[in-house]
Structure formats: structure tokens, C-alpha cells
């Protein structure tokens, strides 16, 4: 009688769970809904645009566009910011990781919240800046005159936009990994004799690899989508500080429009490329 009972009191309870199941179906199936047709229209739907324009006029008149040479310049003045941008920032950003992780000092909170400043910043703010510090209204112009030092308006002032705008990526990937890992490794490496250089190379770098390479990987799509800051500085010159962004911009303005979505292809599969790369970085970091 006793299991009969108590068989009676727990039918109720698990037939109310399976109700609830039930009820949370339509609610789940909604969601997906919404989801996928946000995903349809913001991400798939342009690209799908993009694509059928591009090839719109056949494939000769595709490749016609991306063989051009001035669409050629841009894209190798977009590579050339881009591998400028991830030298510097990976160096740089590893130094700063490891300062703010390692070390205790005055103004290390104020150091921390400047590594995002880029992020808060507008690139169009980033852009005007540089070109009052190196422009012609700069009080250290003349002497980058008398250096023949030419920034603004040139391949070095499209490389310190870039470089300023990717900047946190690399050490905002390192940082919680450096937090999360400790001290531990590195003060018994210091113990047993290891110099400074040997601990970071030997015990700090090999943790910290996946994280590196992931925000080498989020630096190379900024770096290469990178629009406003170099739109300010570029001048526009065309087959000399045009971008492949501003290309595609120069493009779009003249009403070639075949030719301007044949070129943004180009920057559609570098993106796919990035993408499938940080896919599997993340999974690499989530399996350490």
C-alpha cells in the first residue's frame, strides 16, 4: 500500500514536468524563428546581394573588376596595413598583457582602461586626430617637412590608423588567460634560475598561444574591414592610399556597381577565411 501511494504521488509530479515540456515548445520554436530570420536577413541577404550582383554580368566582367590594378593596389596596400597592424599590435599587445597581469604599479587601472579606448572611440575621431598630430596644423609639421616625412595623406598614416584602431584586440585575448593561469609556473622557472626572456618564451608564451593567435585573427579582420580612421588620412588617391574599402566606396560612387560588389567578394571571402579560423581557434581554446 505504501508503494502504491507513493507510486500515485510521483505520476502526478512527472506528468506536470512533461505538461511544462510541452508548454516551453512553441515559446523555443518562436525564438528559433526569430532567430533564423534575423540571421536571414541582416547576414545571409546581403551576401546573397553581394554575390548575385557581383556576378551579375557574367564572370568575365567579375574578373575583369577584381584584376583590376588599381582594385590590385588597394588590395595590396590592404594587405601591407594589415601585417603592419598585426606586427605591431601583437608586440605591443603581449608587452602590455603581460604589465598589467604581472606587475604592480601606479596608474595600472588607468593603463587597463586605455587598452580599450580605441574601441570607445569613434575611427572617424581616430582619424581627425592623427591628422591635427601629423598634419599640416601640427606644431611638429615642419619637422617632419625637414625629414621629408610624409604621413597624412600616405601609406605610414593609413598604417597608424590602422594600427591604433586593432590595437586592443591581441591584448584583450591575452589578458584573462595570462589572469586565469596565475603565477605559479613562472615564480618556480624564477626559483630554479630561468632569466626573464626564458620564462616568457618557455613557461608564458606555450599557455597563452591559442589566445594570441585568436586575437591575431580578430586584429587581421578589423585591420582589413578598417574603414573610417583610414578614409580620414587616405586623401583618396586612387592606386596610392585607397584601400580595398575605399575602393569598393569609390566604386560605389561612380555608379559601378558590378565592378563594386565584384570587389567586395574579395573581402566577403577573406572574412569567411577569418571566420572558419576563429571557429576552430575558439575550440582549441575551449578544449585547454
Same mark, same amino acid.
Not at 163 to 188: H, K, M, Q
Given at each position: 500500500? +505504501?508503494?502504491?501511494?507513493?507510486?500515485?504521488?510521483?505520476?502526478?509530479?512527472?506528468? /506536470?514536468?512533461?505538461?511544462?515540456?510541452? &508548454?516551453?515548445?512553441?515559446a523555443?520554436?518562436?525564438?528559433?524563428?526569430?532567430?533564423?530570420?534575423?540571421?536571414?536577413?541582416? $547576414? /545571409?541577404?546581403?551576401?546573397?546581394?553581394?554575390?548575385?550582383?557581383? %556576378? &551579375?554580368?557574367?564572370?568575365?566582367?567579375?574578373?575583369?573588376?577584381?584584376?583590376?590594378?588599381?582594385?590590385?593596389?588597394?588590395?595590396g596596400?590592404?594587405?601591407?596595413?594589415?601585417?603592419?597592424?598585426?606586427? @605591431?599590435?601583437?608586440?605591443?599587445?603581449?608587452?602590455?598583457?603581460?604589465?598589467?597581469? !604581472?606587475?604592480?604599479f601606479?596608474?595600472?587601472?588607468?593603463?587597463?582602461?586605455?587598452?580599450?579606448?580605441?574601441? +570607445?572611440?569613434?575611427?572617424?575621431?581616430?582619424?581627425?586626430s $592623427?591628422?591635427?598630430?601629423?598634419?599640416r596644423?601640427?606644431?611638429?609639421?615642419?619637422?617632419?617637412?625637414?625629414?621629408?616625412?610624409? @604621413?597624412?595623406?600616405?601609406?605610414?598614416?593609413?598604417?597608424?590608423?590602422t594600427?591604433?584602431?586593432?590595437?586592443? %584586440? /591581441?591584448?584583450?585575448?591575452?589578458?584573462?588567460?595570462?589572469?586565469? !593561469?596565475?603565477?605559479? #609556473? *613562472? #615564480?618556480?622557472a624564477?626559483?630554479?634560475?630561468?632569466?626573464?626572456?626564458?620564462?616568457?618564451? !618557455?613557461?608564458?608564451?606555450?599557455?597563452? &598561444?591559442?589566445?594570441?593567435?585568436?586575437?591575431?585573427?580578430?586584429?587581421?579582420?578589423?585591420?582589413?574591414?578598417e574603414?573610417?580612421?583610414?578614409?580620414?588620412?587616405?586623401?583618396?588617391?586612387?592606386?596610392?592610399?585607397?584601400?580595398?574599402?575605399?575602393? @569598393? *566606396?569609390?566604386?560605389?560612387?561612380?555608379?559601378?556597381?558590378?565592378? +563594386?560588389? +565584384?570587389?567586395?567578394?574579395?573581402?566577403?571571402?577573406?572574412?569567411?577565411?577569418i571566420?572558419?579560423?576563429?571557429?576552430? $581557434?575558439?575550440? &582549441?581554446? *575551449?578544449?585547454?
Open positions: 500500500m +505504501a508503494q502504491q501511494g507513493y507510486s500515485r504521488s510521483v505520476a502526478p509530479t512527472g506528468s /506536470v514536468t512533461v505538461r511544462e515540456r510541452n &508548454r516551453m515548445r512553441p523555443q520554436v518562436a525564438l528559433l524563428v526569430v532567430a533564423l530570420a534575423f540571421v536571414a536577413l541582416m $547576414l /545571409v541577404l546581403p551576401l546573397v546581394v553581394v554575390l548575385v550582383t557581383a %556576378f &551579375r554580368e557574367g564572370a568575365g566582367a567579375w574578373l575583369a573588376a577584381v584584376a583590376d590594378k588599381y582594385t590590385l593596389r588597394a588590395l596596400l590592404t594587405l601591407v596595413a594589415t601585417l603592419f597592424a598585426v606586427v @605591431i599590435n601583437t608586440a605591443l599587445g603581449l608587452c602590455a598583457a603581460w604589465l598589467v597581469t !604581472r606587475f604592480n601606479r596608474g595600472k587601472k588607468v593603463l587597463s582602461a586605455l587598452l580599450d579606448l580605441p574601441m +570607445a572611440v569613434s575611427p572617424v575621431i581616430v582619424g581627425l $592623427l591628422l591635427l598630430v601629423f598634419g596644423k601640427s606644431p611638429i609639421y615642419p619637422l617632419l617637412t625637414a625629414l621629408h616625412l610624409d @604621413i597624412m595623406f600616405a601609406v605610414p598614416g593609413i598604417i597608424l590608423a594600427v591604433f584602431v586593432t590595437f586592443p %584586440f /591581441v591584448s584583450r585575448s591575452v589578458i584573462p588567460v595570462l589572469e586565469a !593561469r596565475g603565477t605559479d #609556473e *613562472e #615564480e618556480a624564477a626559483l630554479m634560475g630561468a632569466s626573464g626572456r626564458t620564462i616568457f618564451f !618557455r613557461v608564458t608564451l606555450p599557455h597563452v &598561444r591559442w589566445a594570441l593567435t585568436y586575437g591575431v585573427v580578430l586584429c587581421c579582420a578589423r585591420a582589413m574591414g574603414f573610417g580612421a583610414v578614409s580620414v588620412v587616405s586623401g583618396h588617391l586612387r592606386g596610392l592610399t585607397n584601400t580595398l574599402p575605399l575602393h @569598393i *566606396e569609390i566604386l560605389f560612387n561612380e555608379f559601378q556597381y558590378v565592378p +563594386a560588389f +565584384a570587389v567586395s567578394t574579395i573581402l566577403v571571402v577573406l572574412a569567411l577565411v571566420l572558419v579560423a576563429k571557429s576552430v $581557434l575558439t575550440r &582549441r581554446m *575551449e578544449e585547454e
